[in-house]
């Protein structure tokens, strides 16, 4: 199963037109059912928002899944990511358990973050989800010290950052990526622009037009990917993989992509045209251009497709039943994991 | 010559336990370089030290720190970065994440607003936000303090900011004793990120230093100078200043105990609620700013705490709320002096309560 990459060069950018793929059918079918699970996981959280049972600031993938599952099918055991605000779909790509996400979106204590995280924050550093963040382009710099601790500690690991365009405008992006590339460290920066700061558009954010020409401005490889096709992703980021496992250093990938819901759920969406969203879900939507690709070419039959959406779809009503029968942390866990251990002297001060 | 208490100290040893070293005949060297014996010791003893930060090699640090290191330890753990604080603070964060122990060099503290998000809303907040699943074993060395006029955006003591902030241990030493011992345990134990903070002005102040390595446990006040009238608890450069103001009081008879708390995250607060108790007067001399300080949180710790035991107001002993000027004579005014201090002891010496 091998294609050939028509590469076309624009801006000094190589955009990927097409994808070379050597992936077995069960790592194929592995990416469309985690991409399904996302969907499903990030429709339901929309639910439970709705239905005021999930509270706070949740910002969901629904839209971009392509992009963190093409990123992690090119990533092995032991590689490490760090993310956005919008972090769900990589915390389900990089293997999160969906039990402990809805039980952290509900604040409970058997959350992946025991309740004191939740959506923005959400993490697991056994999996190498080293954090969504709260701040944008905050979790940039992390990547790079991942990187830096892997060359130190001589592991044949990489880091990968998740941002998006407007963490690109960021001084942590500029900083982090410009020490990557003096150093030569194993990072892939993947940039999710999906086109919206919140509700200004890209055009209005640089005058370049594509995030991925900023590689040329530290010395790196500028890439910029079809984010809604999920083997593109995988390729762009194969590539940039294994530049950074021989030593060569970082890659910036911008993978284009369209968030189908608002900034955040309560987001009036004010700034595009509800024209513009239908045309990328009924034209865009990574899991049906993926599912087509898996049935023209006779790798997955319908009926397979479906079982995997009414399997996923119980997987997802078994985590939420999980989250809401879980119990809430004790009040005194309020004073946990505020540091490492009780020590001499005043450490976590309270005046009562 | 600068006063130091010399009494025999508690020192937890590398043998484990603790013991007791004397200082009688021990070696004087200056500030600098305890903490860069220190330094030199954390890398010999721990290979997952690194140290990064702007002209940190083959410099050696602008105010010579690391001098030596990058020759010893190589340009891998000695890393040179470029003027970009954030990037290298936040690449700390990480690789503390996944198993290196930074320490990093902000070159003065008042540079930290260019850098503040990767310190108090990542490595403050990251265990407490994961539920205790990360760690961000890092140090932070910065230069406080002024003196030296470097004007307003050089001269800053900004430690309360630290001490403000969840997650954070703030380490604030005084004499090259401290500096060396609390620096070895900045780096090689603790498994939070710590604050480490360095006035420049003791820099070049030389002290007894034992020669092999020592670490100082966090939380626990050191009284410089012991005394039964009046508590005095001062911070860094100021607990010179309160030494020699205590010995200028003598002369009329006033007993002045000087504490230095050493680490204002975790605080020892049952060392200097005893010396209240014991004196029933209370003065703090910090360079910090006026308001919302270190001096008006140690001034709100008597009050709610040790109320009964006062036998006057509280006296703080800080600089105006002005920015740093640059002017000798007007840097001169603004940083707290021993006449100022000297007054403050006399006034809560003074104090009659009205009846």
């Not at chain 1, 530290?218 to 030593?247: F, H, K, M, N, W």
């Not at chain 1, 890659?251 to 284009?256: C, D, G, W």
């Not at chain 2, 002005?201 to 002290?207: H, K």
Request: net charge neutral; hydrophobic share 40%.
């Amino acid at each position: 199963m091998a294609y050939k990459v028509k590469f076309k060069n624009i801006n000094n950018v190589i955009m990927f037109m097409a994808q070379a793929t050597e992936l077995t059918k069960d790592r194929l079918m592995w990416m469309y059912e985690t991409m399904v699970k996302i969907r499903l996981h990030e429709n339901k959280a929309a639910e439970l928002f709705a239905q005021g049972k999930i509270k706070g600031f949740v910002h969901l993938y629904v839209g971009e899944e392509a992009v963190a599952v093409g990123v992690m099918a090119a990533l092995k055991p032991g590689d490490v990511i760090t993310g956005t605000h919008r972090s769900h779909g990589h915390y389900i790509a990089k293997g999160g358990d969906i039990k402990a996400s809805f039980a952290e979106l509900f604040g409970k204590r058997t959350g992946s973050n025991k309740g004191k995280g939740g959506s923005m924050h959400i993490a697991d550093p056994d999996i190498g989800m080293l954090g969504a963040n709260g701040m944008v382009g905050g979790g940039i710099p992390h990547a790079v010290g991942a990187a830096l601790a892997f060359k130190l500690l001589g592991k044949d690991n990489v880091a990968v950052a998740f941002f998006g365009e407007g963490g690109s405008n960021q001084q942590n992006f500029h900083e982090a990526i410009n020490l990557a590339a003096i150093w030569k460290l194993p990072v892939i920066f993947v940039c999710e622009n999906n086109l919206y700061q919140i509700s200004l558009p890209y055009s209005k954010q640089q005058l370049i037009t594509s995030v991925a020409e900023r590689g040329k401005a530290y010395g790196i490889p500028g890439v910029s990917v079809d984010g809604q096709d999920v083997l593109a992703v995988y390729e762009a980021t194969r590539e940039a993989v294994e530049r950074a496992r021989r030593g060569e250093g970082p890659t910036l990938i911008e993978a284009r992509t369209y968030r189908f819901r608002g900034h955040f759920e309560g987001d009036p969406q004010i700034y595009r045209s509800k024209e513009e969203v239908e045309w990328w879900m009924n034209n865009k939507d990574p899991i049906k251009i993926f599912e087509k690709y898996l049935l023209e070419r006779g790798i997955a039959t319908r009926e397979e497709l479906d079982a995997i959406w009414k399997r996923v779809s119980n997987e997802v009503e078994e985590a939420v039943k999980f989250a809401e029968e879980s119990p809430y942390p004790s009040p005194e866990e309020l004073y946990d994991d505020v540091f490492a251990k009780p020590t001499q002297g005043v450490l976590v001060w309270r005046w009562d | 010559m600068m006063m130091y208490s010399q009494n025999p100290r508690k020192v937890s040893s590398f043998g484990g336990g603790t013991r007791v070293v004397s200082m009688a005949g021990t070696r004087e060297i200056t500030f600098v370089q305890a903490l860069n014996e220190a330094l030199d010791y954390a890398m010999s003893a721990d290979k997952r030290v690194v140290i990064m930060g702007e002209d940190v090699g083959v410099y050696g640090g602008v105010f010579g720190v690391t001098m030596g290191l990058y020759d010893k330890y190589g340009p891998e753990r000695v890393r040179d970065t470029p003027i970009a604080e954030s990037g290298f603070i936040g690449a700390a964060v990480g690789a503390a994440m996944m198993g290196l122990r930074p320490v990093v060099e902000l070159m003065f503290i008042d540079f930290l607003g260019v850098a503040f998000d990767q310190i108090y809303n990542q490595a403050a907040k990251l265990r407490y936000m994961t539920g205790g699943k990360v760690k961000v074993p890092m140090v932070l060395r910065t230069v406080c303090g002024a003196g030296i006029q470097a004007a307003a955006q050089h001269s800053q003591s900004l430690h309360a900011i630290f001490t403000h902030v969840p997650g954070l241990k703030v380490v604030m030493p005084s004499t090259p004793y401290d500096a060396k011992g609390l620096l070895l345990t900045a780096v090689l134990d603790e498994e939070d990120p710590v604050i480490f903070i360095e006035h420049k002005m003791l820099y070049g102040v030389r002290g007894p230093v034992p020669e092999e390595p020592y670490k100082i446990p966090f939380g626990v006040a050191d009284i410089k100078r012991e005394g039964k009238d009046v508590t005095v608890v001062a911070t860094a450069w100021m607990v010179h200043k309160a030494l020699e103001a205590a010995e200028k009081l003598r002369g009329e008879g006033i007993d002045v105990e000087v504490i230095d708390p050493r680490t204002l995250v975790p605080l020892d607060v049952d060392t200097i609620l005893k010396s209240i108790k014991k004196t029933g007067r209370l003065v703090v001399v910090d360079e910090g700013y006026p308001r919302a300080s270190f001096a008006t949180d140690i001034a709100a710790l008597a009050a709610s705490r040790a109320f009964e035991d006062l036998q006057a107001p509280v006296k703080l002993v800080t600089p105006p709320a002005t920015p740093v000027p640059f002017s000798e004579a007007l840097e001169r005014e603004w940083i707290p002096n021993t006449e100022k201090i000297i007054k403050a002891i006399r006034e809560v010496y003074n104090y009659k309560r009205p009846r």
